[in-house]
């Protein structure tokens, strides 16, 4: 296994749009191979995995990443870890005020300066939030794209997002947020321009240094734009789709169990409930007397993975269209269906296998490929190289428990 992993070139596994991605993007598929190639991986897979997660993987906080940002912007002169915070929430303040940015995307009666603080302290932050500080701070379109991929550790500007689109213009041609709020009106009133679905919409010669060429490309763009919390969202048919398919594997799990109790009730994927889900894919994080997953802030892990978890509560709001179907979802089911389905196959064909599927599902739906950088993201490829990666995951999960209640 070790000289086969040593031969996979991963960084083809990873789209560098970007000059400045590269490096760290580049660093993190390196370590990755190393990490995958150890020899201690095959017998203390988790413990290595573990390890390089909490241990070793680069994690900048937002706030540390703004505050550097700031820094180097406003051409500081004292050394940077001498700089107290208040000059950096002033900066803020003064730029919101002279940008004309309001301190929020949405109604919210906290001031613009407690934001700011928050903004400040926090490890991550919401995607809007970073639109509106690249408004505030009158950053390029480079700098936010930055706080996207390196921070967020999220998808680049998603050019099928038309709200994303106009901000990512603005940003480009330097207007304002209010710029951006005409933009998205002038949106809401086009007509769709029909494209023959075989047409690609966004590419590397895509050009909106106008705003004609923009207006031209969102009017486009309304002609294939879906709701996605809607039915008809390609990212909501793919995700019923797996988790019927996750649905399937689990019956089955439960029937081998029912036969081997001499039971004779009978598991069909109609059966299982978004509890059942909840309970195999997260069986290593503990729950609480209420029955319900421990709070994520309880992991030590929590930072690595956004907050996410498969609860029953996630899939039952996706299911009615109170949540949006996000990347997270879709390649949580899809590690699931492949850990399950290949359990028994070569790691490195398991592995590719679950690239090449999930790939085509992210194309699909309009999201970015897997981000190797994404610690969530990872933590799934580094599972699927192991012999057992269901387990794996799940003792992770619970490795991060217990060692949070250690640390608390």
């Not at 870890?81 to 949405?106: A, G, W």
Request: proline share 3%; hydrophobic share 35%; net charge negative.
């Amino acid at each position: 296994m070790k000289n086969r992993m040593q031969d996979l070139d991963f960084e083809q596994t990873v789209a560098f749009d970007k000059v400045q991605d590269y490096e760290f993007t580049r660093r993190a598929a390196q370590r990755f191979r190393q990490v995958v190639s150890l020899d201690s991986f095959e017998d203390e897979d988790a413990d290595v995995i573990f390890h390089y997660l909490y241990k070793e993987m680069e994690l900048v906080s937002f706030g540390d990443h703004l505050k550097r940002y700031i820094y180097e912007r406003a051409e500081l002169e004292e050394p940077f870890s001498e700089v107290p915070q208040e000059v950096y929430r002033d900066i803020i303040l003064d730029s919101f005020k002279e940008t004309f940015t309001p301190k929020s995307m949405n109604p919210t009666t906290t001031k613009l300066s407690a934001l700011v603080n928050n903004w400040l302290n926090q490890a991550s932050v919401k995607r809007e939030t970073v639109f509106l500080l690249g408004f505030g701070l009158r950053m390029t379109a480079e700098d936010v794209s930055d706080f996207l991929t390196r921070v967020l550790k999220e998808q680049d500007f998603d050019f099928h997002n038309p709200e994303e689109v106009i901000y990512w213009y603005c940003y480009s041609t330097q207007q304002g947020y209010y710029k951006a709020e005409e933009l998205k009106k002038k949106y809401e009133a086009l007509v769709p321009v029909e494209v023959e679905n075989t047409q690609v919409l966004c590419g590397s010669n895509l050009c909106l240094d106008t705003e004609e060429k923009l207006i031209a490309y969102l009017a486009r763009l309304k002609s294939k734009r879906v709701d996605p919390i809607s039915e008809k969202s390609q990212a909501f048919q793919e995700f019923t789709k797996l988790l019927y398919h996750a649905k399937q594997i689990i019956a089955g799990l439960y029937q081998h169990d029912e036969e081997e109790k001499g039971g004779d009730k009978v598991w069909t994927a109609e059966r299982i409930t978004p509890s059942d889900v909840e309970k195999v894919i997260c069986s290593g994080i503990p729950i609480n007397k209420m029955g319900n997953l421990k709070k994520m802030s309880a992991s030590i892990l929590a930072k690595h993975f956004s907050q996410k978890r498969f609860s029953r509560q996630r899939i039952t709001n996706i299911l009615n269209h109170k949540l949006p179907v996000e990347r997270f979802d879709l390649i949580t089911l899809e590690f699931f269906i492949v850990s399950q389905e290949m359990e028994d196959d070569d790691p490195f064909n398991r592995y590719k296998h679950f690239l090449d599927e999930i790939q085509s599902i992210l194309l699909r739906c309009g999201m970015g490929e897997i981000y190797i950088v994404n610690p969530y993201e990872c933590f799934l490829l580094m599972c699927l190289l192991t012999d057992c990666p269901l387990a794996v995951f799940a003792e992770i999960w619970e490795k991060s428990y217990e060692e949070g209640e250690a640390e608390s």
